[in-house]
């Protein structure tokens, strides 16, 4: 997808909806008005300093470890190169057979989380910190490593904790009961699928298993992602933090999402689907250099076994926000909050 087809779906913002209780043009001035307080827009200036600092060879060594441990842990056999560097893993970009291994690994997607943008309707406070999110839910294996930076020093973002959250392979989230997110039953609050917490490393990275996310009416596919400043870890091992939180959203290309689609645990789904190019927070994201859609490659021989996703962001750590949540979890269970939909 190219910044023109973005912009152009800008113009046509009155005519996209998204699930009741979300409001994509309050968040679409949020984050603007936000943005524009930032020296830095996008991470195009710290390609260098990455490179100095040895991250790049690092990422590049941790993504490859990735992809062997997952292939072994479900049996797949190891591909072959030409294979890998055949496909498009990245959405303004193409690779051809010729292109090295280190460099897919090494090109670094990168985009500006905003400390303004709203949360959305179905932010729950208090989940747990685990790398493995899924749970039981149906759906294509996602391994997700993303990276925080600071926007103004180019440093790692570390020992921060790093949240996500999306919806199942039918467009609902755990955790809330919203009818509009189409499951109103109270029991939903106790549900803590596809949603989770990290700590980053010291190269401000944090690595989780999840599922392809599916997809719900007036939002293109995407993954929620929360850089807390300030939280705090209990004991049963959740967190909560409501102050000092960067939000952003990641996308896919359209190819994959088409691809994803048709298997069994997806094309249950029966709401319409909003492409990128129909989605204006997509494109208001994707504004200057920033490229808020994830790198990937193909685990096995098939998308359904499974996908390796990688991105940097930019955070800028002096600015914070207050959040508020649509639903918050307990020991005793979820319970609805102020900000649900």
């Not at 009416?217 to 939180?245: D, E, K, S, Y």
Request: with cysteine; glycine share 10%.
């Amino acid at each position: 997808m190219h910044l023109n087809s973005f912009l152009v779906c800008a113009l046509a913002a009155a005519f996209v909806s998204a699930h009741p209780g979300e409001d994509p043009a309050i968040e679409l001035a949020e984050r603007e008005a936000a943005l524009s307080q930032f020296a830095r827009r996008d991470l195009s200036h710290c390609a260098e300093k990455i490179k100095a600092r040895g991250l790049e060879k690092r990422s590049v060594a941790r993504r490859n470890a990735l992809v062997n441990k997952l292939q072994k842990r479900n049996n797949l056999q190891n591909r072959d190169l030409t294979d890998l560097l055949g496909k498009s893993h990245l959405s303004p970009h193409k690779y051809t057979l010729d292109t090295p291994m280190d460099t897919i690994f090494a090109s670094n997607a990168s985009c500006v989380l905003s400390p303004e943008v709203t949360e959305g309707p179905y932010y729950v406070a208090g989940e747990y910190i685990r790398d493995n999110i899924v749970e039981k839910e149906p759906g294509v294996d996602l391994a997700l490593d993303l990276q925080v930076l600071d926007v103004e020093t180019c440093d790692p973002v570390a020992n921060k904790y790093l949240e996500i959250w999306h919806c199942n392979s039918t467009g609902v989230y755990g955790g809330v009961a919203a009818a509009g997110n189409g499951n109103g039953d109270p029991s939903n609050l106790n549900a803590t699928w596809l949603r989770g917490v990290l700590k980053t490393d010291e190269d401000g990275v944090a690595q989780f298993h999840t599922l392809f996310p599916g997809h719900y009416q007036g939002r293109a596919t995407h993954i929620h992602i929360m850089v807390h400043q300030n939280a705090t870890a209990f004991p049963n091992g959740t967190l909560f933090g409501t102050q000092a939180a960067h939000v952003g959203q990641i996308y896919f290309d359209q190819s994959l999402i088409t691809e994803v689609e048709k298997l069994p645990a997806y094309a249950t789904n029966k709401q319409p689907l909003t492409t990128n190019a129909q989605d204006f927070l997509l494109a208001q994201g994707a504004a200057g250099n920033n490229d808020p859609f994830v790198n990937y490659v193909l685990l096995g021989n098939k998308v359904e076994d499974g996908l390796l996703g990688w991105i940097a962001f930019g955070v800028n750590t002096t600015l914070k926000r207050t959040i508020t949540p649509g639903a918050h979890y307990y020991e005793t269970g979820g319970k609805q909050g102020s900000g649900g939909g």
